[in-house]
């Protein structure tokens, strides 16, 4: 249906996970928008950080890019030092700790980084985990 003049336009993202018993089905829009304006309507909100771990991005785009960049840089040194790769609940933890301790920046308006981790370990088999700026990991 169309909207109104005077009706708001519907923004935010939207970043969805489900586990089941074989693995995770992980998803995200692709629009990023400024305020009503959308800036990219082929973004890609969705980003590797390990072998097994993905993270579905929503909040401040630059904000969100540059938590992934960092954990993905501390993953890859956590797992040459321990010569194995990081299972998914370590990379979630960091990631949430990274989003959380980094919250006074922007002129202390904090970071805007609300996250999904999910992906498949040997050692927990499939897992989801949101992230919140507030900085509740909660297993999904």
């Not at 929503?58 to 501390?74: C, F, K, N, P, W």
Request: aromatic share 4%.
């Amino acid at each position: 249906t169309m909207r109104g003049k005077n009706e708001a336009p519907h923004t935010g993202t939207t970043i969805v996970a489900c586990e089941y018993d074989g693995g995770v089905v992980l998803g995200a829009d692709t629009r990023v928008s400024t305020g009503i304006y959308v800036s990219n309507r082929a973004s890609d909100k969705m980003v590797a950080l390990n072998d097994c771990s993905i993270m579905c991005r929503s909040g401040s785009a630059a904000d969100t890019e540059a938590l992934a960049g960092y954990v993905r840089h501390i993953i890859s040194q956590h797992e040459m030092e321990l010569d194995e790769r990081a299972d998914v609940k370590t990379v979630a933890t960091i990631t949430n700790q990274l989003g959380y301790q980094n919250k006074g920046m922007n002129n202390g308006a904090g970071m805007s980084a609300y996250t999904i981790v999910g992906g498949w370990d040997a050692r927990r088999g499939a897992q989801v985990y949101a992230c919140t700026a507030g900085g509740n990991m909660i297993k999904e």
